[in-house]
C-alpha cells in the first residue's frame, strides 16, 4: 500500500460538529502536510508539520503527529458547510529522493 | 491574480494526438512540480524542477516530456495520447524549500478519446 493513508475515505458530519481525519505512513519523514481540495480545483496547502513536532494550531484545525506510530490526525472544529472538501496527507520521506507522496484523502462532506 | 495557471483547463483530445499544457507562477518560486491525479483521486509526482533543472523524473512514459523555458514556466507535452492517459493534471511550485507549501493549479481534465 502507499505512503500516507487517510482513514476514513468518506466523512460525513453536521455542522458544528468536530471532524477527525487520520493519516498513516511507513517510512522515516521530514515532515507532514495536510491539503484541501475542494471539487473542481487545486489543493490548497493547510498546515506543515515537522518531525521534531507533536501538535500543531492553524484557526479551526489542529494537526497532530505520532512519529512512534507513523500516524497523523487532521481536526477541524466547529464545522462549516465550506469545509466540505477532500483531504489529503503528504510526506516528505527522510533521505528520499525528495518526494512528496500523497494519500488518495478523505472525502468530507459537512451537513448545513 | 492567480498564483498559479495552467491551461487548458478542459482539453478533450483523439488517442493518437500530441498534445500540450501550459503552467505559470508569478510567485517568484524557484521550483515547479507536474502531479497526475487519477479517478480515484490519488495523486502522483510526474516531475519537478528547479531553476530549470529537472530533480524528480518519476516513472512515467517517455512520452511525456516537460519543458522548463524559465524558472515561472513548466509546460508538459504528451505524445501519441492513450486512453490511460485520461486524468487531471496539476502544475505546482513552491518556494524556498521543496516539497513544502505547494501551491497548486486548478488542474487540467484531459480526456483521452
Known amino acids: 500500500s502507499q505512503q500516507g493513508e487517510e482513514d476514513p475515505q468518506a466523512l460525513s458530519i453536521q455542522e458544528g460538529e468536530n471532524a477527525t481525519m487520520n493519516c498513516s505512513y511507513k517510512t522515516s519523514i521530514n515532515n507532514l502536510q495536510w491539503y484541501r481540495q475542494n471539487s473542481g480545483r487545486g489543493l490548497v496547502h493547510l498546515i506543515l508539520?515537522?518531525?521534531?513536532?507533536r501538535e500543531k494550531h492553524s484557526g479551526r484545525l489542529r494537526v497532530t503527529l505520532d512519529t512512534s506510530k507513523k500516524s497523523s490526525s487532521l481536526l477541524i472544529t466547529a464545522s462549516r458547510a465550506a469545509d466540505t472538501a477532500s483531504y489529503f496527507c503528504a510526506t516528505d520521506e527522510h533521505g528520499s529522493a525528495r518526494q512528496l507522496t500523497f494519500g488518495s484523502g478523505t472525502q468530507l462532506t459537512v451537513l448545513p | 491574480d492567480t498564483a498559479v495557471s495552467q491551461t487548458p483547463k478542459y482539453l478533450v483530445t483523439q488517442m493518437g494526438n500530441d498534445k500540450s499544457i501550459k503552467c505559470e507562477q508569478n510567485l517568484g518560486h524557484d521550483t515547479m512540480y507536474w502531479y497526475k491525479q487519477d479517478s480515484k483521486k490519488f495523486l502522483k509526482i510526474m516531475f519537478s524542477y528547479n531553476n530549470k533543472e529537472l530533480i524528480i523524473n518519476e516513472t512515467v512514459p517517455n512520452r511525456f516530456s516537460p519543458k522548463s523555458p524559465d524558472k515561472a514556466h513548466l509546460n508538459l507535452h504528451i505524445n501519441s495520447l492513450e486512453l490511460g492517459d485520461s486524468a487531471v493534471y496539476f502544475c505546482?511550485?513552491?518556494?524556498?524549500?521543496?516539497?513544502?507549501?505547494?501551491?497548486f493549479g486548478s488542474g487540467t481534465q484531459l480526456s483521452v478519446l
Open positions: 508539520i515537522r518531525s521534531n513536532e
Open positions: 505546482a511550485s513552491s518556494g524556498r524549500v521543496i516539497n513544502e507549501k505547494l501551491f
